[in-house]
């Protein structure tokens, strides 16, 4: 028996049927939907006068469109309010939990799987919204689906998908500080741009990733999408295993010993062959932070804005159409740009380590007059721990406030937008034009180099505010 990746072993254990066209159909473990995307599928089943085909293994929650503060009066954009009213109302008619505004356990849905141990290792998990990969980080199969997708979930239980190629991506060595998981993923997209991964399912490894945490893990497997890539996985170890012990939804004290077994299975074996293999210093990589319109056009922060002629022709599509929108010139230096926003949020960066991390730096500094500030954590169980730890009075001695949970200002879909021809320094996945709002200037990067921002008002190396 040849030697398997990861991937393969669970693509195989999942697969239920191989057709003609070289197309798997594919069992899904777990499915996840939210507000956005779930109403067209749900009328297509009540069309199609179809039940849910196993209701217990979808779990919804209410994220995208809701506001961050006051969640417990009214929403007040009409069409906002419509979706979670829907969703309400299609959840109890097909027998589905949903963890709404009102529920302790509500959160972006990206953070609520893994927090609740509903995400666990070996599964195949979707859910129509992208950074569905972001529970790779426990070595889950993870992606994203559209609508008629859903759809197809919600009635069978199994999805129709080809079988991508395999990359490894190895990062060995020692990070710097003040360098995160966001910053590797920057760093790897200004090296193989937003579409080097793909047609790829990527499994990230070395001693770098193994070093990482395990929210750093889903920092990192949520931006593999930016990357062109259909997911990214990381190999289940210790940490995945200590992470989830004990969990609501993860197994109970009877069965915990033999999923913790099964588990411990899941690596890619010794001599298994990936279709693409890249390999990374991390001792190379510094704090990153983008200066266009696509994740890939990102630099170091203490480095200037490529020319034109500095650039691989890959590199090259729309970069003066980029710069133009940002009003950023070639070859000039982000650090000491004015910042007029800096959101700290998102399934990318909203969890209990990344507003700890913002906090350990902007401690003993004031917020910079000239920021408006949204910090907002990714769960109410991220929200209350957060408070228990006394993050939030951290918090309000420098002039910031912690909201209410939500996907907020990741994307133009609720109260959180970004006014046109502002920037922000956001900790985000997206930097398109408007995805923050219409007109708004997104520069990504990580909670440390947020937190910089945030105190000084302007772009800037968090290395000089980390003691």
């Known amino acids: 028996m040849s030697n398997k990746t990861l991937f393969d072993k669970i693509w195989d254990k999942h697969e239920v049927m191989l057709l003609e ?13 939210h507000e956005v995307t779930s109403p067209q599928a749900f009328e297509g089943l009540k069309k199609r006068r179809l039940s849910v085909f196993r209701p217990e293994r979808t779990f919804a929650t209410a994220d995208h469109n809701v506001p961050t503060m006051n969640q417990d009066l009214p929403v007040k954009d009409l069409e906002s309010r419509n979706q ?10 097909f027998g589905i939990p949903l963890y709404d505004l009102s529920h ?5 849905v990206h953070v609520i799987g893994p927090e609740l141990g509903l995400t666990q290792p ?11 990969s972001t529970h790779g ?3 889950t199969i993870a992606f994203g689906i559209g609508t008629s997708e859903v759809e197809m979930v ?3 239980q199994c999805l129709v998908q080809l079988r991508p190629k395999t990359m490894l991506i190895k990062i060995e060595g020692e990070l710097n500080k003040g360098v995160t998981a966001k910053d590797i993923a920057l760093y790897i997209l200004s090296q193989i741009g937003t579409n080097g991964g793909t047609g790829h399912f990527i499994e990230f490894a070395g001693s770098a990733i193994s070093s990482l945490s395990i929210e750093g893990r889903m920092s990192l497997c949520n931006m593999s999408i930016e990357m062109g890539a259909r997911g990214g996985f990381v190999a289940p170890d210790e940490k995945a295993f200590s992470y989830l012990k004990g969990r609501e939804f993860s197994p109970d004290s009877s069965n915990w010993n033999q999923s913790l077994d099964n588990w411990k299975a899941l690596f890619s074996d010794s001599g298994a062959v990936f279709d693409t ?9 510094p704090p990153m932070i983008t200066f266009g319109t696509n994740p890939g056009m990102g630099i170091p922060i203490n480095e200037k804005i490529p020319r034109k002629e500095e650039l691989k022709d890959s590199q090259t599509d729309n970069f003066l159409k980029a710069l133009k929108y940002m009003d950023f010139n070639e070859g000039s230096s982000l650090e000491g740009s004015s910042v007029d926003y800096v959101f700290l949020g998102s399934c990318t960066n909203g969890r209990i380590e ?11 500094h004031k917020k910079a007059e000239n920021i408006t500030a949204l910090i907002v954590p990714g769960s109410k169980q991220v929200e209350e721990q957060a408070r228990r730890e006394g993050l939030d009075k951290t918090l309000e001695q420098a002039g910031f406030e912690l909201r209410q949970p939500g996907c907020s200002a990741c994307l133009a879909m609720n109260d959180d937008k970004i006014p046109a021809g502002k920037y922000c320094v956001s900790t985000s996945n997206r930097n398109f034009e408007g995805r923050q709002g219409p007109g708004a200037r997104t520069l990504l990067a990580s909670p440390f180099t947020a937190a910089a921002a945030a105190i000084t008002g302007v772009v800037s190396d968090p290395r000089k505010y980390l003691y």
């Open 154 to 156: 919600m009635a069978s």
């Open 137 to 139: 980080a426990f070595g």
């Open 21 to 33: 066209d070289g197309s798997s159909v594919l069992y899904i473990d777990r499915h996840y939907i």
């Open 122 to 132: 070996g599964m195949t998990i979707v859910c129509g919204d992208s950074h569905t």
């Open 277 to 285: 293999q890249l390999s990374y210093d991390a001792g190379q990589i």
């Open 104 to 108: 302790p356990w509500n959160g972006i």
């Open 84 to 93: 979670l009213s829907a969703l309400d109302s299609n959840t109890k008619e």
């Open 354 to 364: 990344d507003i700890r991390d913002f906090v350990s730096l902007i401690k003993g």
